[in-house]
Structures are given as structure tokens and as C-alpha cells.
């Protein structure tokens, strides 16, 4: 068997290596590197993916929130609400626009924002709040629109793990105002490099974000005001053309994974394996499990070469780029305690039956002696 890896990108571009190619090639010929017909062709199908009126494709998914932010006049001092376990790029983007991060926890089956934490923490400095669908799951939007709508604030999705996702049949991105996805090269949806798309229905916010990627401007020396340069770049909508039309069938795969994880894994009483809420479709970004022997678990899988990663070791409220926060540990005690219990197990499309299996097979080992010593 050959080495098992986290996310396998070699085994998906054999699997479209022809046509990426062709894509790449027609782009190289053409000429037209930046904002080419591609980024119109790859925004156009990721609004029909996911059911929106308007994309627009940027640099990355950290400038989508960013930009996002900026666009519905989010700034100095509005308080804009989240959720501690995320990636910093969340956050990140709220500090780039100098508004306040504001945090709360997540509820412990789905490791989501617990959205009956949320209404607390709104007051009269509250502008917006970013769910972050995680895993490959969605927050529940049905909650998070109602206290927006009470309280007349933004919502921003932060779908930047759930391409594809749908909630009682709506697709993530689809409920906020202005939603965001990542199209790193690990996602669900990636680019060959960094990458990143922005939906929403309304046209005044599509206007305004196909400036603002661009210094201001819809008319080149013409700039309405200060913008950014985060503009989607050709060859990475060139790719995205071709892999945005097996995206559905990728995210059945991982649900195939997920459903062999379920079934050899659930004999195992010392780890508690994904709740996926009966609403929800999950696209299995993640297949995150939880244990108490997290390390001891990850370092004998090592041994097999077998990779794991965390996702996230170490909450927002305790990095060291956040102690101006002023959070300390035992403030966010759901986020703390999965945070050392959690471990995200090889997931993607071309994951072989017989990887799996080895895998799991792995972790019953390593359970059963333990139960033997």
C-alpha cells in the first residue's frame, strides 16, 4: 500500500489532468492573465452552485470576509460576532477592517456556534455576525437569521468548509447577506494556490465587491473609492471550471468515507465520532473525532504513516495574536475542552476502501490494547 495521505490533490488532478491542461493551455495562449474571461465563466457557475444571483471571484478567503465586511460598512469599533473555534482567518478579517471581535463558544455534539449563546452578546455597537460552518456542516441559519432580522444586523457565512452544504435543503451561502468561501487547494472546491469567492443576491453588494477587488474601479484609471488589488487570477478560475463540475460527486465520495468511518469506528466506546444534525447534509470536509487519548492516538497512527491533524489546537481566544481580547483560559469551556479531544482523521474523494479500513483497523488496535493492559 502506498503512503496514505491527509488530502491526496496528485490522485485528483490524474483524475483531471487532461482537461485542467486543456483549461490552463487556452488561458497561457489567450493571454489574458488577469480578470479573463474565465473568472466570468467560474463566477457564473459557482452562482448557479450555489443557487445565488452573484459571485465574485478574489485572491483568497480571508479578503472574501474582508471584503465582505468592507462592503456592508463595517468598521472601527462595531462589534462583529463569531465563534472561537475557527481558523484565525475568521478574525482576522474583522481585525483588517478594525472592528471588534466578539466570541462566544459552541455546542459540544456539533462543535458549531451554539446560537443560544449569541442573543447576550448583541448590544447597540453589534453590526454583524459570522457563523462558521465547520467540517462540512452548517450553523444553524434558521437561529442565526432570526436574531439578525430582530436586531437588524448583517450575517456573513464563513462556508469556507462546506461547499455544498445544505440545511433542510437550502445550500450554505445562501442565507446571509454577503457569504464567503475559501478555495484553497485542500477544500472541498480548490484551487491550484490561493483562491477565494464571495456570494450574495444583492446587486447592490455584487457592484460594490467587483470594485473593491479591483482599487475602486469598474473603468481602468477610474477608481469610485479606495479599493483593493484581490482579484481571482484567470488560471485559478481555469481550473476551478474544471473541477466545480465534479464537485457534487467529490462530495458524495466523502460522504462514501465518512459512512466506512461511521460503520468500522462506532464499536469504539472512548471516541465519540461527527453528529450531523438530521437537517443538515454534510459534504465531510473534515471527519473530526474526539478522545481523551488524542496524542497517544495520533503518535501510534504515526508509526503506520498515517496522518492526522487538529483542527484547531489552540481557540482563537488563546492565541497569543488575540490577548488584546482579554480572554483567558476557562472563559470558553465547550471550545477548551475539544480542543485537546479532537482529531481529524484522512478524508477526500480518492480515498480507496482499503485505506480506510486500514486506518480504522489502526485505531481498534490501538483501543484494544489499551483495553488489554
Not at 487532461?18 to 492573465?33: A, M, P, Q, T
Not at 452573484?54 to 456592508?72: F, I, P, Q, S
Not at 465518512?258 to 447534509?281: H, S
Request: glycine share 6%; hydrophobic share 40%; aromatic share 10%.
Amino acid at each position: 500500500m502506498e503512503d496514505i495521505k491527509f488530502v491526496d490533490l496528485g490522485r485528483q488532478y490524474q483524475e483531471i489532468k487532461e482537461e485542467v491542461n486543456v483549461e490552463i493551455s487556452k488561458v497561457l495562449e489567450k493571454g489574458d492573465f488577469i480578470l479573463g474571461n474565465s473568472v466570468k465563466l467560474f463566477e457564473d457557475e459557482f452562482a448557479k452552485f450555489c443557487g445565488t444571483k452573484y459571485a465574485v471571484g478574489v485572491d483568497n478567503g480571508t479578503t472574501a470576509l474582508e471584503l465582505a465586511l468592507k462592503v456592508l460598512n463595517i468598521g472601527k469599533d462595531d462589534e462583529v460576532i463569531t465563534v472561537s473555534n475557527t481558523f484565525i482567518a475568521t478574525t482576522l478579517a474583522i481585525s483588517a477592517v478594525e472592528g471588534k471581535v466578539v466570541l462566544t463558544d459552541i455546542d459540544e455534539d456539533t462543535m458549531l456556534m451554539d446560537t443560544s449563546l449569541i442573543e447576550p452578546l448583541i448590544n447597540e455597537k453589534t453590526k454583524a455576525i459570522i457563523p462558521v460552518h465547520l467540517y462540512g456542516q452548517m450553523v444553524d441559519m434558521d437561529k442565526v437569521m432570526e436574531l439578525a432580522n430582530k436586531y437588524k444586523l448583517y450575517v456573513i457565512e464563513d462556508c469556507s468548509q462546506s461547499h455544498g452544504t445544505t440545511q433542510n435543503g437550502q445550500k450554505c451561502g445562501t442565507f446571509g447577506h454577503i457569504n464567503c468561501f475559501s478555495l484553497y487547494p485542500g477544500k472541498n472546491l480548490g484551487a491550484y494556490g490561493d483562491a477565494g469567492v464571495i456570494v450574495t443576491n444583492e446587486e447592490q453588494y455584487y457592484n460594490s465587491l467587483i470594485k473593491i477587488r479591483n482599487y475602486g474601479s469598474s473603468v481602468k484609471y477610474y477608481h469610485d473609492f479606495l479599493g483593493k488589488n484581490a482579484r481571482l487570477d484567470t488560471i485559478q478560475a481555469a481550473v476551478l471550471n474544471v473541477k466545480i463540475k465534479y464537485l457534487n460527486d467529490w462530495n458524495k465520495k466523502r460522504n462514501h468515507v465518512a459512512n466506512k468511518y461511521f460503520e468500522l469506528l462506532k464499536n469504539i466506546p472512548e471516541i465519540k465520532l461527527p453528529k450531523i444534525k438530521e437537517n443538515n447534509y454534510s459534504v465531510f470536509h473534515l471527519f473530526v473525532i474526539k478522545t481523551n487519548f488524542r496524542d497517544e492516538l495520533m503518535d501510534y497512527l504515526n508509526k503506520f504513516k498515517i496522518p492526522t491533524v487538529i483542527h484547531y489546537p489552540i481557540p482563537i481566544h488563546l492565541q497569543k495574536a488575540y490577548t488584546n481580547l482579554g480572554f483567558k483560559k476557562g472563559d470558553f469551556p465547550i471550545t477548551e475542552k475539544i480542543a485537546d479531544q479532537i482529531i481529524s482523521l484522512p478524508i477526500h474523494p480518492n480515498l480507496y476502501d482499503e485505506e480506510i479500513e486500514f486506518i480504522a483497523n489502526k485505531i481498534n488496535d490501538f483501543f484494544q490494547e489499551k483495553l488489554n493492559k
